[in-house]
């Protein structure tokens, strides 16, 4: 599975963006799908996740009430709306496919596809 992530860019803190990942294959259905950040000098930290059928959401402590993970199985992608941003969220994003137990996608050791990253700034 390819994993393409995109719509990362600058905006400006209490704006939004919308991030998109795109899957090469329709297996894209049948795994959980997470999204990780790596901001500069600091630990890969999780985000969100979401089951293949799309009901089942997991969010990391400090992105919980800000972003949201959804998913649109018809184009393979899932996407991460993130809404009141804030220069800490500035950082590259990975979205990431993983299977087995859904509680275990918040561990980045359950992905096994990882795509490139999209960069997103947060200016003050």
């Known amino acids: 599975v390819q994993l393409q992530a995109s719509g990362g860019g600058l905006v400006q803190a209490g704006g939004s963006l919308r991030l998109s990942c795109a899957a090469s294959?329709?297996?894209?259905?049948?795994?959980?799908m997470g999204w990780f950040r790596r901001a500069l000098g600091k630990e890969r930290e999780f985000v969100a996740s979401?089951?293949?059928?799309?009901?089942?959401?997991l969010y990391g402590d400090s992105v919980k009430g800000r972003f949201t993970i959804s998913k649109d199985s018809a184009k393979n992608t899932v996407y991460l709306q993130m809404n009141i941003l804030a220069p800490e969220d500035t950082a590259v994003y990975y979205c990431?496919?993983?299977?087995?137990?859904?509680?275990?996608?918040?561990?980045?050791?359950?992905?096994?596809?990882w795509g490139q990253g999209t960069l997103v700034t947060v200016s003050s």
């Open positions: 990431a496919a993983a299977n087995g137990v859904f509680a275990s996608t918040i561990s980045a050791a359950a992905y096994i596809y």
């Open positions: 294959e329709r297996t894209f259905n049948r795994v959980n």
């Open positions: 979401i089951s293949p059928d799309g009901v089942r959401t």
